[in-house]
């Protein structure tokens, strides 16, 4: 169950951050309050996205050190989509559950790199 696990997350989370990312740039185009919720969560969605997206098309050299800028970037437009929806309660929606989910599944991932390199 873990192998099969460990082969079906990454492309779940790869789709789940295209969606989130589509969504959260039509969102942006459309020009629908609150703006700086939305580019937080394009922000959350899309650092992970293209680290994936580039591991797909270039495999990089694997190391034990967590790609810290991308975590660092997620987290930016996790705490971007807290402060709208602090500043306009629920005007902004649920925005922030996502960025949260973008946020927890590059955790999950990390974690399941980090355990795939140790054996």
């Given at each position: 169950?873990?192998?099969?696990?460990?082969?079906?997350?990454?492309?779940?989370?790869?789709?789940?951050?295209?969606?989130?990312?589509?969504?959260?740039?039509?969102?942006?185009?459309?020009?629908?309050?609150p703006v700086l919720s939305w580019l937080g969560l394009l922000l959350a969605g899309v650092a992970p996205l293209a680290y994936l997206l580039r591991n797909r098309l270039r495999p990089a050299e694997r190391s034990a050190q967590q790609p810290?800028?991308?975590?660092?970037?997620?987290?930016?437009?996790?705490?971007?989509?807290?402060?709208?929806?602090?500043?306009?309660?629920?005007?902004?929606?649920?925005?922030?559950?996502?960025?949260?989910?973008?946020?927890?599944?590059?955790?999950?991932?990390?974690?399941?790199?980090?355990?795939?390199?140790?054996?």
């Amino acid at each position: 169950m873990n192998h099969l696990l460990r082969a079906v997350f990454p492309p779940l989370l790869l789709a789940f951050l295209v969606v989130i990312s589509a969504y959260a740039v039509t969102q942006l185009i459309r020009d629908e309050p609150p703006v700086l919720s939305w580019l937080g969560l394009l922000l959350a969605g899309v650092a992970p996205l293209a680290y994936l997206l580039r591991n797909r098309l270039r495999p990089a050299e694997r190391s034990a050190q967590q790609p810290l800028a991308v975590s660092m970037v997620c987290g930016l437009g996790l705490a971007m989509t807290m402060a709208m929806n602090w500043r306009y309660g629920a005007a902004s929606g649920s925005i922030h559950l996502l960025a949260a989910a973008c946020l927890i599944g590059w955790v999950i991932y990390l974690r399941w790199y980090s355990a795939k390199d140790r054996g």
